[in-house]
């Protein structure tokens, strides 16, 4: 097992690629669990339901017609948004395995987040959804 230095993830909105505005990403996936213990169980088994995921990633500011901002305003609440997340920028292997996360919601987003003498950031939370993990 090698350790990756990584520094250069893939992020996707649709088919616009917001890497060049992003710092940093997490994307948590797993399963809501259910309770499928029966009569005479001394512990709890449980089984795995629904998918689960969620994205977080800072993003840095900009606006315009077909900028960052833009883009994520037009996803806000729409509930049907596709991210595609890659660790790295490379092609999908093994070693660089992608999540088509799609459905997913973005509930909110601050659009305007200013500090005198930092660059302007926001973080994006997406939500909910259905993930499939490819590395080919």
């Known amino acids: 097992m090698a350790i990756i230095y990584q520094g250069d993830a893939e992020i996707l909105i649709g088919a616009s ?3 060049l505005n992003c710092n940093s990403v997490t994307v948590t ?9 029966v009569m005479g169980d001394t512990g709890y088994k ?6 689960t995921v969620d994205v977080s990633a800072t993003v840095f500011l900009e606006y315009g017609a077909s ?3 833009a883009l994520i305003y037009a996803e806000v609440g729409e509930g ?4 595609v997340i890659t ?3 490379g092609a999908v292997a093994a070693g660089n395995p992608s999540y088509t996360i799609t459905n997913c919601s ?10 005198v003498g930092d660059l302007s950031t926001f973080t994006l939370t997406a939500t909910a959804g259905t993930w499939v993990r490819a590395t080919a």
Request: net charge negative.
């Open 87 to 89: 660790p790295s920028s």
């Open 46 to 51: 449980m089984v795995s339901t629904r998918q």
């Open 106 to 115: 973005i509930a909110n987003f601050s659009p305007i987040s200013t500090t």
């Open 17 to 19: 690629n917001i890497s």
């Open 80 to 83: 049907d948004t596709t991210l």
């Open 67 to 69: 900028s960052v901002e």
């Open 29 to 37: 996936v797993g399963y809501d669990m259910a309770d499928a213990s």
